[in-house]
Nanobody, 121 residues
Framework: QVQLVESGGGLVQPGGSLRVSCAPS????????MGWYRQAPGKERDLVAT???????NYADSVKGRFTISRDNTKNTVYLQMNSLKPEDTALYYC???????????????WGQGTLVTVSS
């Protein structure tokens, strides 16, 4: 079973920038929508941003103008560039991909294990 591997989390000061990335651990046939979600301590997991294969994007209001989602279809990789980070952006960030399953002939959701982003001085 394909697993998603995230990287790039860490500690950053308020106002700083960070980029996280995510890619499948093995080969895949096709990936539909890719996205990033986050879960802060004691809160539910919320949408951050999504991107379609054609490049259409959707963002949570709280990150619009600060975060940018992008994808490299040749590498099956999704990125999240985070600028002007705030302490309230501190959370575990998860990537999600809809990956084609030859077994079921449909796209199945796959989640990464999460990468921690901490914004603190």
């Amino acid at each position: 079973q394909v697993q998603l591997v995230e990287s790039g989390g860490g500690l950053v000061q308020p106002g700083g920038s960070l980029r996280v990335s995510c890619a499948p651990s093995g080969s895949v046939f096709s990936i539909n929508t890719m996205g990033w979600y986050r879960q802060a301590p004691g809160k539910e997991r919320d949408l951050v941003a999504t991107i379609t294969p054609g490049g259409s994007t959707n963002y949570a209001d709280s990150v619009k103008g600060r975060f940018t989602i992008s994808r490299d279809n040749t590498k099956n990789t999704v990125y999240l560039q985070m600028n002007s980070l705030k302490p309230e952006d501190t959370a575990l960030y998860y990537c999600k991909m809809d990956i084609w399953s030859r077994l079921t002939s449909r796209y199945l959701e796959r989640w990464g294990q999460g990468t921690l982003v901490t914004v603190s001085s």
